[in-house]
């Protein structure tokens, strides 16, 4: 592909593995969210998956220094 050049449509798009499902939001819980993903550098769906992630773990943690 040429500098510049449009990319196709399937150049574009990454295959992933992962299930997908649709998700309703809040207008405000959209929008904080895509302020969010635009100021970690990451898309939408990067965004949700780091902050559950980080609330997973949190939880996991306090389920071991509960002794569960």
Excluded: Y
């Amino acid at each position: 592909m040429l500098c510049g050049s449009p990319m196709n449509h399937r150049e574009k798009h990454v295959k992933h593995t992962h299930p997908q499902f649709k998700l309703r939001l809040l207008p405000e819980v959209k929008l904080w969210l895509e302020e969010a993903a635009e100021k970690s550098h990451r898309s939408i769906s990067g965004q949700i998956n780091f902050l559950l992630t980080e609330c997973m773990e949190k939880e996991k943690e306090e389920n071991n220094s509960d002794g569960k």
